[in-house]
């Protein structure tokens, strides 16, 4: 199919000129103004709006399977939620199932087998020994090139410093980039006891059990031991100013890190976390928690000057009946809140309508930054000849309300609840393809793949030579 987007303004992450864009075989063919109407093509008007690189969600997890249950949106409701919110792709984690990497991702292969649209897998490290070793380099090669390291969940996820630091320094050989869950588990257990044994037994008890110094102990403490070995790091879900400081420190120090900011850390406060309502307060539950108005305009401040890179979701679908099984112990809440849908039109309203940050940084923060952190640029996240034609139109007249009542995605309630945005994606290109439009996802379920670009990732985007030098030399000169 040809496609003909006629009339609107493109936005990339460089900069915004007013052009049409054609569509050819999935991909971008040409990006200029005045262009012709191929015979036969499909004319899509996006006169007074804007025509952006479609998002790209590098933090999900669909179909999450965590303590013995299975979050509510798969690949299919979680691709429809998606599309609907302008995300075209989306990175998501596999655990190793039995011990095993590659079994892991073989399952979450399958379970993408009714995907809609493209997507990658970023794999757990849980633990160490030589076959974990070895099974980071065969995911690697079947396009892996990212590993999320745990500072919490201990008894499940948790790893040691010392696993951490021997997956840093595998992650170097491999030229794949770690990430990692920055709090202390530990200590988390440690608070929860004692809150527990004070009665303190509602959602609140999540927040207080986790403060905001020891996200940021586990992030400073992350960005260092990557200092030590000078491995490169992405922070996922930085929720709080104080881990926000230490990657700013990071970098200042000449790492390279990149830190990841959420939807709900930017649009939510824990507010809710404390109400008498369980089923509002066990919604917001997630890991590390959401925090007050300041660390809030800490975190929007930090991406609208550059020191946190990008903005994910981390999407975890759980309903209410799931949640409810903490009713009278925080603890068993299973963690974790939705936004794949949501992600890109709160960061509009509250990044861009108020000013803070440009139309250009939009799509940076929002696309092209994750495409190229995780090796798919310049396939996705940008509007250019040769591109992925993943692309959405974004009509900023347009306002609309979030609710749980008219989202795509299984889950029964909404976080984002009662939000009013101005700004809207109207239509959804996914390679080529009209993926959304007049309200209405358009494609069916198996449209989507493993993106090829993902799955070629590694080499042909390496960022980091692969390296076995730990670093010595690095930290003993900076
Ligand atoms: N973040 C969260 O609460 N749940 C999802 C798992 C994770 O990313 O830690
Ligand atoms: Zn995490
Ligand atoms: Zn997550």
């Keep these: 199919e040809t496609l003909l987007i006629k009339g609107g303004t493109v936005v990339n992450a460089e900069d915004e000129q007013r052009a049409?864009?054609?569509?050819?075989?999935?991909?971008?063919?040409?990006?200029?103004?005045?262009?012709?109407?191929?015979?036969?093509?499909v004319v899509v008007d996006a006169n007074g709006k804007y025509v952006m690189p479609g998002g790209i969600d590098p933090h999900t997890h669909l179909e999450f399977l965590m303590g013995g249950r299975t979050g509510v949106d798969d690949f299919h409701s979680g691709h429809r939620a998606a599309l609907a919110g302008g995300t075209t792709f989306h990175i998501d984690f596999v655990l190793p199932l039995e011990g095993d990497m590659m079994k892991g991702l073989k399952n979450y292969w399958d379970k993408a087998s009714n995907a809609?649209?493209?997507?990658?897998?970023?794999?757990?490290?849980?633990?160490?020994?030589?076959?974990?070793?070895?099974?980071?380099?065969?995911?690697?090669?079947?396009?892996?090139?990212?590993?999320?390291?745990?500072?919490?969940?201990?008894?499940?996820?948790?790893?040691?410093?010392?696993?951490?630091?021997?997956?840093?320094?595998?992650?170097?050989?491999?030229?794949?980039?770690?990430?990692?869950?920055?709090?202390?588990?530990?200590?988390?257990?440690?608070?929860q006891g004692l809150l527990y044994n004070q009665g303190i037994r509602?959602?609140?008890?999540?927040?207080?059990?986790?403060?905001?110094?020891?996200?940021?102990?586990?992030?400073?403490r992350a960005v260092r031991l990557a200092r030590l070995v000078n491995a490169p790091l992405y922070v996922v879900h930085v929720n709080s100013r104080d881990a926000a400081l230490e990657i700013e420190a990071g970098l200042e120090a000449g790492q390279r890190l990149w830190g990841e900011a959420l939807a709900g850390g930017i649009a939510l406060t824990d507010e809710p976390c404390f109400s008498p309502d369980f089923k509002k307060a066990a919604a917001h539950v997630m890991s590390p928690p959401l925090r007050s108005k300041s660390h809030q305009v800490h975190l929007k401040q930090a991406l609208a000057s550059g020191k946190l890179q990008l903005i994910a979701t981390d999407h975890c679908g759980w309903n209410s009946s799931q949640?409810?099984?903490?009713?009278?112990?925080?603890?068993?809440?299973?963690?974790?809140?939705?936004?794949?849908?949501?992600?890109?039109?709160?960061?509009?309203?509250?990044?861009?309508?108020?000013?803070?940050?440009?139309?250009?940084?939009?799509?940076?923060?929002?696309?092209?930054?994750?495409?190229?952190?995780?090796?798919?640029?310049?396939?996705?996240?940008?509007?250019?000849?040769?591109?992925?034609?993943?692309?959405?139109?974004?009509?900023?007249?347009?306002?609309?309300?979030?609710?749980?009542?008219?989202?795509?995605?299984?889950?029964?309630?909404?976080?984002?609840?009662?939000?009013?945005?101005?700004?809207?994606?109207?239509?959804?290109?996914?390679?080529?393809?009209?993926?959304?439009?007049?309200?209405?996802?358009?494609?069916?379920?198996?449209?989507?793949?493993c993106s090829a670009a993902a799955l070629a990732g590694v080499r042909r985007y390496m960022l980091y030579a692969p390296s076995s030098r730990a670093g010595l030399f690095g930290w003993r000169s900076r």
């Design 20 to 41: 049409d864009v054609l569509v050819k075989d999935g991909k971008i063919a040409q990006v200029a103004s005045g262009l012709k109407t191929p015979k036969g093509a």
């Design 116 to 191: 809609l649209m493209d997507y990658g897998f970023h794999m757990a490290v849980l633990e160490w020994s030589d076959k974990v070793a070895k099974d980071m380099a065969t995911v690697v090669e079947a396009g892996v090139n990212s590993f999320k390291f745990f500072f919490a969940y201990k008894g499940a996820f948790m790893v040691t410093d010392e696993t951490y630091l021997k997956g840093l320094m595998r992650c170097k050989e491999l030229g794949a980039l770690p990430m990692i869950h920055a709090e202390n588990g530990d200590a988390i257990e440690i608070m």
């Design 202 to 220: 509602g959602p609140e008890g999540h927040s207080l059990s986790r403060p905001a110094f020891i996200e940021g102990e586990g992030t400073g």
């Design 323 to 449: 949640k409810a099984a903490g009713r009278h112990d925080f603890r068993a809440i299973p963690n974790g809140i939705h936004g794949i849908e949501e992600r890109l039109h709160v960061a509009w309203e509250d990044l861009v309508n108020s000013d803070m940050i440009s139309r250009s940084d939009f799509v940076r923060l929002t696309s092209t930054e994750a495409a190229k952190a995780f090796g798919i640029y310049p396939d996705k996240g940008v509007i250019a000849p040769g591109s992925d034609a993943d692309i959405i139109i974004l009509d900023p007249e347009k306002k609309h309300v979030l609710s749980a009542a008219r989202h795509f995605s299984n889950i029964d309630t909404s976080v984002y609840e009662g939000k009013s945005i101005k700004g809207q994606v109207v239509t959804t290109i996914s390679r080529g393809r009209i993926a959304f439009a007049d309200g209405q996802i358009k494609l069916k379920a198996g449209a989507g793949r």
